[in-house]
């Protein structure tokens, strides 16, 4: 049997509630029904505040032992996680997207170690009682694409461009995603699978070897590969030192849009779900 729960997560342009929408928990990933939870359990089944864990505990502040001191009572409220209060925006009451859909995202905007727990009893209060999919959620450490570029620029330093991420996802480059929601529309990317692709080892060329490898030649060669780069919206990973060090880009990645151009030899991998994510 389904699990249908009411939510009122859409609203009139005067801020008024226009209808609800029934949405079986059960359709959902573990984050997102989580969010659901929440939502549902909050005053008049809307999403007027979710508490959320961030991933942290009071025991991580660098002030911590300042603070509280030492003893059993300030070790164990050096276990009690670190909260977040999140007010999404509700859907327009004409929008066409699926609440489920909205839901998704919604969770699946959030970073990896940040996760609903519960909801609110006024747009001030959150809620004592955890929903039942807390610990569940709190295990989805799965982001959706804008998320994955947030966490690759904040958390490793690379920049990665819409552009540039659906070339190297169509020529085979970038992980896959480990998980799709809302039948297979919405792809998830593990944050294990993104560590391990930032960590990967690859060589770091300066403008210079990357016209060399795309086979300009003359005075114009490096502004040839610039102009290149800016297209594949590949950025560069760093420069050279010196004051007139080069931008550095990744090898791997020029190599693989290298070797996808027409006339290369190579035209993508072949997927089983198909498509671009951008």
């Not at 009572?73 to 609440?99: F, K, M, W």
């Not at 780069?229 to 020029?254: K, N, T």
Request: proline fraction near 6%; aromatic fraction near 6%; glycine fraction near 10%.
């Amino acid at each position: 049997m389904p699990t249908l729960v009411p939510l009122n997560i859409r609203r009139t342009a005067d801020g008024t509630e226009a209808f609800t929408d029934t949405v079986d928990l059960d359709t959902l990933t573990p984050k997102a029904r989580a969010f659901a939870e929440a939502i549902h359990a909050s005053a008049g089944h809307r999403p007027i505040g979710i508490l959320c864990a961030t991933g942290k505990t009071k025991g991580d502040a660098p002030n911590y032992a300042w603070r509280y001191g030492t003893g059993p009572e300030a070790d164990t409220i050096a276990t009690q996680p670190v909260t977040t209060v999140i007010r999404p925006t509700a859907l327009r009451a004409d929008s066409v997207t699926p609440p489920e859909e909205w839901l998704e995202r919604q969770a699946h905007g959030l970073a990896h170690d940040v996760y609903p727990i519960a909801g609110s009893r006024d747009s001030l209060t959150t809620l004592d009682e955890r929903v039942p999919s807390a610990d569940a959620a709190r295990d989805d450490r799965c982001l959706s694409l804008d998320t994955v570029r947030s966490y690759l620029a904040d958390t490793h330093q690379l920049v990665m461009s819409p552009t540039g991420w659906s070339l190297l996802w169509k020529v085979g480059h970038l992980p896959e995603p480990r998980h799709h929601a809302l039948d297979g529309r919405l792809p998830l990317w593990h944050v294990d699978d993104i560590d391990a692709y930032a960590a990967r080892t690859y060589d770091r060329w300066t403008i210079s070897q990357v016209a060399d490898h795309l086979g300009y030649t003359g005075k114009s060669a490096n502004g040839s590969a610039r102009k290149q780069m800016s297209r594949w919206g590949l950025e560069a990973v760093g420069r050279a030192p010196g004051r007139g060090g080069e931008s550095l880009f990744a090898a791997d990645q020029v190599q693989a849009a290298h070797a996808a151009r027409p006339g290369k030899g190579r035209h993508g991998a072949a997927r089983s779900g198909g498509g671009r994510f951008a």
